[in-house]
């Protein structure tokens, strides 16, 4: 079955540090998330993209958050200047379309020291 | 807030036993998924029920949806050990290209 893969499993950064989370979504996929998860919290939507652009973002996706896909295949999410505040599991995900299940990939624990 | 929440919260029940988790949700859904999720883990999709959908199976899993109500229960039948993991149950807005919203989570323990 298809996956979505992301790397690092594991990332450990000091605060003000720039970090990239990388994602390869299943490739025929048209839709892509990042979501948060702080420990013990619920799942946090940041941003939706689609036709390679933004289509959404939430208020915790600030001027520090960006996405790209740079090559059309990776996925990715990078953090500028990261807080403490930022240490979480990130999720990337992605689906077919509208009313279809989501996939998501078995997430980046970043933890900012 | 399109947002669901379920409940409760935490559930412990022994295993063989069946296992009921609640979703409530404030806003017009397209539809509405559960999402199972192992300790430190990533989310695994379960089962996707649509708005005009009012129950659906998969294996030893039951989901209900009452539009009126706004509300989701999603049934585990027969647990298992291995069902131990936090639910979750996400709703998908009527747009087009609207995002996935997750409630809080029950954390389900299944005692052997």
């Known amino acids: 079955e298809p996956e979505v893969t992301q790397t690092p499993s594991h990332q450990v950064t000091q605060m003000g540090q720039e970090v990239i989370l990388r994602c390869v979504p299943i490739?025929?996929?048209?839709?892509f998330y990042w979501y948060r998860q702080i420990l013990g919290q619920k799942v946090e939507f940041l941003v939706s993209?689609?036709?390679?652009?933004?289509?959404?973002k939430s208020e915790i996706f600030d001027d520090q958050f960006s996405v790209e896909r740079p090559d059309g295949s990776n996925f990715t999410l990078k953090i500028r200047s990261t807080k403490l505040e930022d240490s979480a599991m990130y999720f990337c995900?992605?689906?077919?379309?509208?009313?279809?299940?989501?996939?998501f990939g078995s997430g980046t624990r970043l933890t900012v020291v | 807030s399109q947002q669901g929440e379920e409940d409760p919260q935490a559930l412990s029940i022994q295993e063989g036993e069946n296992a009921t988790m609640n979703c409530s949700y404030k806003t017009s859904i397209n539809n509405l998924q559960w999402y199972r999720q192992n300790s430190g883990r990533g989310l695994v999709h379960l089962i996707l029920?649509?708005?005009?959908?009012r129950e659906k199976h998969s294996g030893r899993l039951r989901v209900t949806l009452d539009t009126s109500k706004k509300s989701s229960s999603l049934l585990i039948t027969a647990s298992r050990a291995a069902d131990t993991a936090s639910y979750f149950c996400?709703?998908?807005?009527?747009?087009?290209?609207?995002?996935?919203?997750f409630g809080k989570g029950t954390r389900l323990h299944i005692l052997p």
């Open positions: 993209f689609y036709n390679n652009e933004i289509s959404e």
């Open positions: 490739s025929n996929h048209l839709y």
């Open positions: 996400a709703t998908e807005g009527m747009n087009r290209d609207d995002k996935i919203i």
């Open positions: 029920i649509r708005s005009n959908e």
């Open positions: 995900a992605g689906h077919l379309g509208p009313g279809g299940g989501y996939t």
